[in-house]
């Protein structure tokens, strides 16, 4: 994970594959994109499913196909995931990109088959994100310290109301239990190899969101995620 970081939000030039970018958006009118825990586990299972090179159509097609044939193996991958949070009303992701146009790809699949199904669970139209994924370029040692700790443990950076944390979900359990199902196991060793394990990765993450925490006080999820 050598490199420095560089902010690209416009995206007039194409995402460089090999390359690692802190991805976010949030829910249109900074509405809530997660109405109950089956909402957030159709996003989880989404970001799972919908990240292989060769489209897999429908989840529920998928989901039939899987139980039709045990031995389905699993693609190539677009993207290779570091770490992740998603919130109630936003998500944050870093990501590596491993296929020309494969972050853009991702998103194209995940947003809009997401959309799809949230709308015709929740009886609603209309645009549910708010416009285009933003991408960062990270391409600067010093900001990947600070932005992997602050993406890992996002929610510990609002004033999430406590009716709402179990719509909360993070790459910390993954890296706690060892057990990676949305993080990428290659991308995970590395970062703990570099910590020297979890437990020093785990008080690093807290020290940073600590120190974020200190710099601007807890923030509403209404309010705008500044990012560090």
């Given at each position: 994970m050598s490199g420095k970081y560089f902010f690209s939000f416009m995206r007039k030039n194409p995402l460089i594959t090999n390359q690692y970018y802190h991805i976010y958006n949030?829910?249109?009118?900074?509405?809530?994109?997660?109405?109950?825990?089956?909402?957030?586990?159709?996003?989880?299972?989404?970001?799972?499913?919908?990240?292989?090179?060769?489209?897999?159509?429908s989840i529920k097609h998928?989901?039939?196909?899987?139980?039709?044939?045990?031995?389905?193996?699993?693609?190539?991958?677009?993207?290779s995931v570091v770490c992740y949070c998603f919130n109630p009303n936003h998500f944050h992701f870093i990501l590596k990109q491993e296929v020309d146009g494969g972050i853009s790809e991702f998103f194209k699949r995940l947003l809009g088959g997401y959309t799809k199904y949230f709308n015709l669970t929740h009886k609603r139209n209309g645009a549910l994100f708010q416009g285009r994924f933003k991408s960062n370029l990270?391409?600067?040692?010093?900001?990947?310290?600070?932005?992997?700790?602050?993406?890992?443990?996002?929610?510990l950076v609002h004033d999430i109301p406590k009716e709402k944390m179990h719509?909360?979900?993070?790459?910390?359990?993954?890296?706690?239990?060892?057990?990676?199902?949305?993080?990428?196991?290659?991308?995970?060793?590395?970062?703990?190899?570099?910590?020297?394990?979890?437990?020093?990765?785990?008080?690093?993450?807290?020290?940073?969101?600590?120190?974020?925490?200190?710099?601007?006080g807890l923030t509403s999820l209404l309010e705008e995620d500044l990012l560090p």
């Amino acid at each position: 994970m050598s490199g420095k970081y560089f902010f690209s939000f416009m995206r007039k030039n194409p995402l460089i594959t090999n390359q690692y970018y802190h991805i976010y958006n949030r829910g249109v009118d900074k509405r809530d994109i997660f109405m109950n825990k089956a909402d957030l586990n159709r996003f989880a299972l989404s970001v799972k499913e919908f990240n292989v090179v060769t489209p897999i159509g429908s989840i529920k097609h998928l989901m039939f196909r899987k139980q039709e044939d045990s031995d389905v193996q699993r693609p190539n991958p677009l993207v290779s995931v570091v770490c992740y949070c998603f919130n109630p009303n936003h998500f944050h992701f870093i990501l590596k990109q491993e296929v020309d146009g494969g972050i853009s790809e991702f998103f194209k699949r995940l947003l809009g088959g997401y959309t799809k199904y949230f709308n015709l669970t929740h009886k609603r139209n209309g645009a549910l994100f708010q416009g285009r994924f933003k991408s960062n370029l990270i391409d600067d040692n010093a900001y990947f310290l600070k932005i992997r700790p602050y993406v890992h443990l996002n929610h510990l950076v609002h004033d999430i109301p406590k009716e709402k944390m179990h719509l909360v979900l993070s790459s910390e359990k993954e890296y706690d239990t060892g057990n990676f199902i949305i993080v990428t196991e290659r991308e995970a060793k590395g970062l703990l190899d570099f910590y020297n394990g979890n437990t020093n990765y785990k008080k690093e993450c807290l020290d940073v969101v600590s120190m974020i925490r200190e710099e601007r006080g807890l923030t509403s999820l209404l309010e705008e995620d500044l990012l560090p």
